[in-house]
């Protein structure tokens, strides 16, 4: 496995390749867990090479997030992405990516960037659209490998490829989860003991509102099971629980007729905010 730090490596690189080898890439921002495993091992078994990104990027941090706090753990995630079959660690600084910085790029996404995380986070997407825009440039793969643990952001990505046209195939993989369902993040490792044991109720909500779909006779039922159950939990703090079609993120009227049900929830705790969905 090779690791580059600069565009210039890495397009030497890409330019010695044979015209017909696939480029698999998996996006990331380090501190690896086994839900970017997944996404690595999935692209390791599709394509000729598969390059994993590791840039925390600042673009899609507001002023009073976690940036300088973010999990960095480079030695730990190259030895994971190479026990996962990645052949390529792209890992620039912030410089490289934005010489001129901070970058100026804005972008428009239709509504999908307005709702849920959208709302919490302002400029968040921008963020993400910015540098995920420029990685494809840089990059230049066939497949790119995303988590649904971000369905919203899966499904801007796929819009954003669609309306600029980019050559680039993008994969959607399911949500890897701990023994008690916890969605993995890397922002797990923030939450305390108790946090820790009191976070399973995010999933807990979700998978009961999937199982038990026909006890419920409306989403404002299950919304409200949403909160009294959350209520049951102090040191959960909900940032927004939402019932949408998971095509678009409109609103749903009607459990019956609408089979795209997708349920989104985030909760903080404490200063951690973690989020996780599920199709119901
Ligand atoms: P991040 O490093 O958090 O920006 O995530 C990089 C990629 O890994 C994104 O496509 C995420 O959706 C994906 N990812 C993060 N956590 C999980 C998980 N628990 N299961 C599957 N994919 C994940």
Redesign the pocket.
Known sequence: MQIFLTISEYRNWRNSLASDAKIGF???????????A??IRAAASENTFTVVSIFVNPTQFGPKEDLSKYPRTLSEDVALAEKEGANIIFAPTPLEIYPESPTQMIFGIRDLDKKLCGASRPGHFNGVIQVVSLLFHIIQPHNA??????FQ??LIIKQLVKEQHFPVHIIG?????EADGL????RNVFLNEIEREQARVLSMILFHLQQKKADFDSIESMKNFAHTTLAQYPLARLDYFEILSENNLTEIANLDTESYAHAFIAVFFGTTRLIDNLRL
């Open positions: 998996v996006p990331t921002m380090g501190a690896l867990h086994a839900g970017h997944s996404l490998y995303f988590g649904q643990k971000d952001q899966f993989c399911p949500t890897q989860r969605a993995m993040s890397s």
